[in-house]
């Protein structure tokens, strides 16, 4: 437990606070590559990468530390995949490693692997047809509710499809999950998971032989149900495959770049699955334009590699990010005011290690150049101050609730930082609109700056519910996720 509630997520920042960097290689770097996958290891701090196209088909593995801005390879044991490109890589947390599906290499793959971090060493999960049909330009996501793997679409010489499968991760299992309705039949286009909503998006890519080339259609599955329908909106990106995608969980944004279409593209757009809209960013001095490269999403930042220019192949590693540090509550992600006590985290670039808060040195949890936890010490003055010459207020409270608890019978566990636990007050919570016994309401054991709430919970309940805490004259309101506990 403490463990995840210091796991701290991502900062709110506005998109015209983002502007994109190249980050340094290191001496040792992939060759540049298009169609090759990154996923993010949060141990590690670091970005993997296996595999993609340079001159041929690769099936090496490197690792890129968010840490000391280097790259190195890795060399697992034993057997491993074949080279391809054009196939996914997700990761899966609750073992932390690699699963990778598909791709080609001159014939088509369905086989399905994972890479183990800790041990160095791949192992082949399922053989290829054991489940989807071989295919390559495909999508897919990991669904940490449910843990299991979902890809959907795709392309061999066949043509195109719009089947939807999944591959069970406890019981290493693939299950046809293809509704009535589906996108049209297409290929490389990408998907990403938006756990707050339990959904999948699905967006452009090419339907030919089926319908346009490029598609700029934007499409929700519901893990729920396992259903799809379209979204439509009133401003969308131009038609596009070959783009970049990633979900910011944190602001709860799908960030799009680049791609081609009637043209190969440099522009930014972000989609926001509360209003439905899609918003292009007007983000200054973007990178040239790219298509075949990869993205994901990490430590408060949207990251893009490799893909092809204008002009040649390349093995950038980009930062989409905050220009200046953004410091936030760790669990709500408001940017303030904060209460002696609380746990906040900065965002930025070439963070220091140590940070003072009016003059006192503040208690590290995490440091690293892009992101530092901290809390800001209990003996600070209310009032004006700075962090990293950031403007803050400094207030007798303001809570904010970590976005998961924890449920044991009919008892809700969750968590808030920024009560000011030294000095306490009336603690009252509302679940889903109703008031809520409370059972404790006071410091979480261990950990400073965090305090607990167990609260009485209706036992039929969603995954999620809306969880308002006041304490004292403070309130705060927050989605938060449910684990059933033992």
Known sequence: MRLALLALAAALVPAQDLQFATLPSGGDAPSPRFDGTIAFDPPSNSILLFGGQDTTARNDLWSYSLDTYQWRPLAPGGAKPDARFGHTLNYDPLRRRLILFGGQAGGFFSDLWAYDIAANQWSRLAENNAG??????HSAIYDAARNRIIISHGFTGR??????????????RWSDLSPETRPLRRCLHHAVYDAAGDQMFLYGGCASGFGPCPLGDLWSFNLRTNQWKEVRGSTNPPPRQHYGIAFDETRRRAILFGGSGNEIYDDTWEFDPATLTWTQLNIPSPPAPRQRHQGLYAANAVFFFGGVTSSSTTAELLSLAPKRPAIVNAFSQAPGPFAPGTLITAYGTNLPSTITVNGAQAPILYASPAQVNLRIPESTPLGRTSILNVPITIVDRAPGLFPAGFRTNNVLVCFATGANESSPAPVSVNIDNSN?????????PGIPGIMQINARIDPIVAQTVTVTLRVGAAETSSTVRIYDTP
């Open 132 to 137: 989807p049909s071989r295919r390559y330009g």
């Open 159 to 172: 043509g195109r499809f719009d089947d939807t499968w999944a591959f069970d991760l406890a019981a290493n």
């Open 436 to 444: 809520a016994e409370i059972f404790y309401a006071g410091p979480a």
